[in-house]
T-cell receptor
Framework: NAGVMQNPRHLVRRRGQEARLRCSPM?????VYWYRQLPEEGLKFMVY????????ESGMPKERFSAEFPKEGPSILRIQQVVRGDSAAYFC?????????????FGDGTRLSIL | QQQVKQSPQSLIVQKGGISIINCAYE??????FPWYQQFPGKGPALLIA?????SEKKEGRFTISFNKSAKQFSLHIMDSQPGDSATYFC???????????FGTGTRLQVFP
């Protein structure tokens, strides 16, 4: 059973470039969540998606950040015109369709470094 | 009101001892409280979770105690082992398929 797969594991970008982070949920999971973790801090919710729908984007910065979860393929978190403050670990989690006691399972994250 | 406060920030325990981590919340709509364990370079892994209709849940050496009236919950690790050394996060959500609100984490070190 493959877990949540994130790639790349490490991504280095220069200021002003674009960063694309990919997340393939566990088999059978149709809900995807993105979280950001700054060094020595907890995870902060960014966005919650289901196939082709954004359910909750209350944690997403208003500018430069976008997320999608197409009908086919992985979920993508896109950061345009990156700045130093975007340096963080970005984690994706997935869960099955709504059901009691179905926890979110996390990938091992993408560590984004901005030069 | 969406915050989850976690303490202590770091904890040092001798092998065989009990590790206790505490969390408090304000939003009474939260109804799912998981604990996650994270090793360096890895994603958080679910350890144990509880709903507010029970006051305690035990799985192996890990126990969650839940106090609904005080809006507090805690993780107890019995017979702590060096392999338990990791960062532990409490979290809360409204329905377990909604966003998780995480505490700030506790770095646990267990010495032989």
């Amino acid at each position: 059973n493959a877990g949540v797969m994130q790639n790349p594991r490490h991504l280095v970008r220069r200021r002003g470039q674009e960063a694309r982070l990919r997340c393939s949920p566990m088999k059978g999971h149709s809900h995807v969540y993105w979280y950001r973790q700054l060094p020595e801090e907890g995870l902060k919710f960014m966005v919650y998606l289901q196939k082709e729908n954004i359910i909750d984007e209350s944690g997403m910065p208003k500018e430069r950040f976008s997320a999608e979860f197409p009908k086919e393929g992985p979920s993508i978190l896109r950061i345009q015109q990156v700045v130093r403050g975007d340096s963080a670990a970005y984690f994706c989690a997935s869960s099955p369709p709504a059901a009691a006691d179905q926890p979110q399972h996390f990938g091992d994250g993408t560590r984004l470094s901005i030069l | 009101q969406q915050q989850v406060k976690q303490s202590p920030q770091s904890l040092i325990v001798q092998k065989g001892g009990i590790s206790i981590i505490n969390c408090a919340y304000e939003n009474t709509a939260f109804d799912y409280f998981p604990w996650y364990q994270q090793f360096p370079g890895k994603g958080p892994a679910l350890l144990i979770a509880i709903r507010p209709d029970v006051s305690e849940k035990k799985e192996g050496r890990f126990t969650i105690s839940f106090n609904k009236s005080a809006k507090q919950f805690s993780l107890h690790i019995m017979d702590s082992q060096p392999g338990d050394s990791a960062t532990y996060f409490c979290a809360a959500s409204i329905l377990n398929t909604d966003k998780l609100i995480f505490g700030t984490g506790t770095r646990l070190q267990v010495f032989p």
